[in-house]
């Protein structure tokens, strides 16, 4: 099992930048697809961004250009980085692990806040 610690999260203006980590403990970090989800007041928890093990990324629409995901697997840790934020950004953002043999783990999240 994984643990996934975020951090990184803060309030920045718009066309700010913000770098999220999250940290994981546990084993066969490798094996795990890793993602950035966000949940803003009121709607559904969403998928921002994911890496592959391989490094194949896939983004949502409304951060395409804007967030980039990476990872470092002889550390554990998965990165987001945050450029040009805009206020519909705002939300808690999760860590999140996915393996089909491994299940599903989530981070505590972490608030980002864009102000106009």
């Known amino acids: 099992q994984v643990q996934l610690v975020e951090s990184g999260g803060g309030s920045v203006q718009s066309g700010g930048s913000l770098r999220l980590s999250c940290a994981a403990s546990?084993?066969?970090?490798?094996?795990?697809?890793m993602g950035w989800y966000r949940q803003a007041p009121g709607k559904q928890r969403e998928l921002v961004a994911r890496?592959?093990?391989?490094?194949?990324?896939n983004y949502a629409d409304s951060v395409k250009g804007r967030f980039t995901i990476s990872r470092v697997d002889a550390q554990s840790m998965v990165y987001l980085q945050m450029n040009n934020l805009k206020p519909e950004d705002t939300a808690v953002y999760y860590c999140?692990?996915?393996?089909?043999?491994?299940?599903?783990?989530w981070g505590q999240g972490t608030q980002v806040t864009v102000s106009s």
């Open positions: 546990g084993s066969s970090f490798s094996n795990y697809a």
């Open positions: 890496i592959f093990s391989g490094g194949v990324t």
């Open positions: 999140n692990a996915a393996s089909n043999l491994l299940g599903i783990h």
